[in-house]
């Protein structure tokens, strides 16, 4: 049987259609269209200045909006050549540690949604307001913070708010260690998220998952460690589990908060007195440049004349992760509303591409379509 | 009567369904926002699902990207009367930022199905959103559904 969820439906936020094989309840495989928010950004961006095109790398995702403009402009920044003044190295740090902590109390909130637990997901949106607040005082703006440009950052950050973000942070660190402790130790929890959506080490690798879906299932990887900044003059630890399940990806998103309160105690500390934004001459040239997004590496290629954009590619991890999701999560999950909390488990953000997997429903085998051409490979009864 | 009563009714009891037709997310995150204990949409009586065969008011995000042009419309047709259709951020207004050469989104929103409101803004801040759900929902919900019997 197959049973077809969205593009709109109760359980997902964003459009998306899944295509789940069953028998009975139990999941056999499952399809996936992707397509329904397919805006052309990268054909938009080409002919026009960093400039205008800034605005649009902001509004990639609006989830994890602000590491899209930092990996965008610190690309341009390499194609030049040069760095950054370490204040605004600093400045940068202390927004994608505020942002990551917001992605992942959203990400952890829609998933005890899915899995019907109120009480965690009110919990998490409100320990998720006091953050966002943190980021208005920063940076100005909610959502899409418009705070980076080619040599350094927008604003300077003053005493005052450093301050209060600070205040912030004591009132979220006095709240929050109860609620990871909530999920690891409630038994119901446990029954609903343990075991279900498994993904070993191997299929994290074959899938390209990335992140903390990754981490969850052994994958040690974090592009912040390669980070000269992070490298340099931060103190903190990879977080990694080795269940690889929905409660390990739940738990290895609730330990990185922790970790990145850390780092932005440590960056408000040490902030260096100096300038925030330098100028920076860009010379014809290409570049690629990778960064730790709150759901793994996202990674821009950008090519230039100088002036005008030439060529631009965007990789956002979510799309390896959706993937790794449907092809390796999904075997043999027990129920369709196991199904869905594993979905939202992965953190997903719908990027734009298109796939097809086609499922022999008696023998329960998958194999590739490999383009309309071969179709003859296919038994097609 | 009965008409009465049932505009009563509905004035307090509004379902809301959520559709992205290609945003950035950033006004889905604000919308869900709303949901958190501080905005709390619940205390209003304004119940958030995804499903349009439910719903009273449908908030749309968004420019309309190429497979929603056929679908906005089949969407709209499964929502029962009466709907309202709140357009939610700059998007679906104007195309924003997507509205330019090369891109594949055809706004604005009431080129497919009448709108009743308009939040600005990219994105819009929850209270905007919380406001303008509470100045068109209720009231229009209840002379709407009057106007259909």
């Known amino acids: ?381 | 009567m009965l008409d009465t009563l049932k505009s009563i009714i509905r004035k307090s009891s509004i379902h809301m369904c959520l559709l992205n037709t290609g945003g950035c997310n950033g006004c889905d995150i604000e919308i869900i926002a709303l949901l958190s204990p501080r905005y709390d949409l619940e205390q209003y009586g304004i119940y958030f699902h995804n499903n349009p065969r439910e719903a009273d008011v449908i908030l749309v995000t968004g420019p309309v990207a190429e497979q929603w042009k056929e679908n906005l419309e089949r969407v709209y047709s499964k929502i029962p009367n009466p709907k309202i259709v709140i357009a939610v951020g700059a998007c679906c207004l104007s195309g924003h930022l997507y509205d330019q050469k090369g891109s594949s989104v055809y706004p604005p929103l009431d080129k497919f199905i009448p709108v009743d409101a308009s939040v600005p803004g990219c994105p819009p801040r929850p209270s905007e959103i919380l406001q303008t759900i509470l100045t068109v929902g209720p009231n229009a919900v209840a002379a709407k559904g009057r106007q259909k019997d």
């Open chain 1, 1 to 381: 049987m197959i049973i077809p969820i969205g593009p709109v439906h109760p359980a997902l936020k964003e459009p998306l259609r899944l295509k789940l094989h069953t028998i009975g309840e139990r999941v056999i495989d499952a399809e996936i269209d992707y397509g329904y928010v397919y805006r052309g950004i990268e054909k938009i961006m080409e002919g026009k200045t960093w400039q205008k095109s800034v605005y649009l790398a902001e509004r990639v995702c609006g989830i994890c909006s602000y590491i899209q403009t930092q990996t965008f402009t610190e690309t341009f920044e390499k194609i030049a050549g040069e760095e950054v003044p370490l204040r605004a190295q600093f400045l940068r740090v202390i927004t994608n540690e505020l942002d990551r902590i917001q992605s992942h109390l959203l990400a952890n909130s829609t998933y005890f949604k899915t899995i019907e637990h109120e009480t965690l997901f009110m919990y998490m949106l409100s320990m998720r307001e006091m953050i966002m607040d943190a980021i208005e005082l920063l940076t100005g703006n909610r959502v899409h913070m418009a705070w980076n440009v080619v040599g350094g950052v927008r604003l300077d950050a003053k005493e005052v708010h450093l301050k209060s973000i600070v205040d912030i942070l004591d009132k979220f660190e006095s709240q929050y260690p109860k609620y990871p402790q909530m999920f690891e130790n409630g038994p119901l929890l446990g029954l609903r998220s343990k075991e279900v959506g498994v993904m070993s080490k191997e299929d994290a690798i074959k899938a390209r998952a990335a992140g903390p879906i990754a981490r969850a299932s052994q994958v040690i990887g974090d592009l912040r460690i390669d980070k000269p900044v992070y490298r340099d003059h931060f103190d903190f630890k990879v977080i990694w589990r080795d269940e690889g399940d929905n409660f390990a990806r739940n738990m290895n998103r609730f330990d990185e908060v922790t970790e990145s309160i850390k780092i932005i105690r440590q960056a408000i500390e040490n902030l260096p007195e100096g300038n925030i934004r330098k100028k920076i001459d860009i010379p014809a040239g290409y570049a690629d440049n990778r960064n730790e997004a709150p759901r793994g590496e996202v990674a821009y290629m950008i090519e230039t004349n100088g002036n005008l954009i030439k060529n631009i590619s965007i990789r956002t991890p979510s799309i390896m992760n959706i993937d790794a999701c449907v092809k390796y999560m999904f075997k043999d999950v027990a129920t369709v509303a196991d199904a869905l909390a594993t979905y939202a488990s992965v953190d997903p953000c719908i990027a734009c591409t298109e796939r097809v997997v086609i499922v022999d429903e008696k023998s329960g085998k998958t194999c590739e379509f490999d383009g309309i051409w071969n179709v003859k490979s296919v038994d097609l009864k």
